[in-house]
């Protein structure tokens, strides 16, 4: 049995990762020959990008600090695909769980830090929930279609911490910036590696992914989660109520993209900046679809991604690339792997078609 489990996991894995490596190896393939076509050097720009990106001890923290919001808010998306949503409010969430992170950092003294910190993230995972469990309500009691909802949140969220942090808001509190107050020290992640600036945010993503995978496939609730987003409709003849599920699934991926908003405040910023994000929000749509929505293609996914962001300095310093193409080279893989399933979609779309378009059989003289 243990033999068969092994080679059930190392299958699986290898279908999660088939795709993406297919579409990386043809990003790859593109954005050498655009690199060619513009006079550069591909072997130089390559592997100038992979020294930026894993060629230190600097690098590689570097490269892991980056992908560690974009985990987070890839698993907010992943999350409540499995469940038949479409989370594009992974911004607002974001941005709801730093600011509530940021002011339980700053507000709440005199604690130990293995009080603090949970605090701090507690509270940044509840207000993504609050976040994400209001187009899961619209959707569930009034078939409000989610994807509009969660972009209004989005501008929504950004434009409500931003009043909090200006000139007169109520959280600057005599900051000079547009921000909160500094969170107090015991508030913050220590590092993990002395010297840079990765800390213990990057370890919180990685058991997130694995209480991620744990939820969705080794639970009864995780179960019914993936059987709404599978069937709607065969979900509720089994008894499962899917409009439950269906709140339950986008509040846990709020719950994730918050979560994220703290880990960054408490392990990088130490306080919460206005229009802090670069986009992590949407980037995490990205990360997720590359890694299959699966929190073991997610992780690998959100590195490549990290690395990808690394390294786009190092290239255009020692290859002269501009570090723009990083972009391209990113926009590709998405392309590819879109393309993919626009592939499937039609092939699928056609099968039935032709199904359809089959005369019935005839039946003769009686015969069944």
Sequence with gaps: MKGISVRRL?????????????????????????????????????????????????????????????????????????????????????????????????????????????????????????????????????????????????????????????????????????????????????????????????????????AFYVILWKTRTGYKIRAVGNNPMAAGCGGIKSARYVVLAMMLAGAFAGLGGAVEIAGVHGRFYSNFSPGYGFEGVAVSMLGNNHPFGIVLSALLFGALKTGAMSMQIRAGTNAELVKVLQALVIFFIAGKWSIMTLIEYRSRQSIKARPAPVVKGGEA
Excluded at 27 to 56: D, E, K, R, T
Excluded at 85 to 91: A, H, R, S, T, W
Excluded at 114 to 142: Q, S, Y
């Design 10 to 210: 190392l299958i699986n894995m290898g279908n999660i990762l088939l795709d993406p490596l297919v579409a990386i190896a043809f990003a790859l393939i593109v954005g050498a020959a655009i690199i060619g076509a513009l006079g550069g050097n591909v072997s130089a720009a390559y592997a100038a990008l992979w020294h930026g990106a894993f060629g230190s001890i600097r690098s590689v923290s570097l490269t892991l600090l980056s992908a560690t919001p974009l985990m987070f808010t890839a698993m907010a998306f992943a999350m409540a695909n499995r469940c038949g949503m479409f989370n594009l409010g992974g911004e607002g969430q974001f941005y709801i769980g730093a600011i509530l992170g940021a002011w339980a950092g700053f507000a709440v003294k005199g604690l130990p830090a293995f009080i603090h910190i949970p605090i701090v993230l507690i509270a940044g995972a509840v207000g993504g929930m609050i976040m994400g469990m209001i187009p899961a309500i619209l959707k569930a009691t009034r078939s409000v279609n989610e994807v509009i909802v969660c972009i209004m949140l989005n501008y929504i969220g950004t434009h409500i911490t931003n009043y909090l942090v200006n000139s007169n808001g109520p959280l600057r509190r005599g900051s000079t910036l547009p921000a909160t107050p500094m969170i107090e020290a015991s508030a913050r992640f220590p590092e993990m590696i002395p010297g840079t600036r990765l800390t213990a945010g990057f370890i919180v993503a990685g058991l997130c992914a694995v």
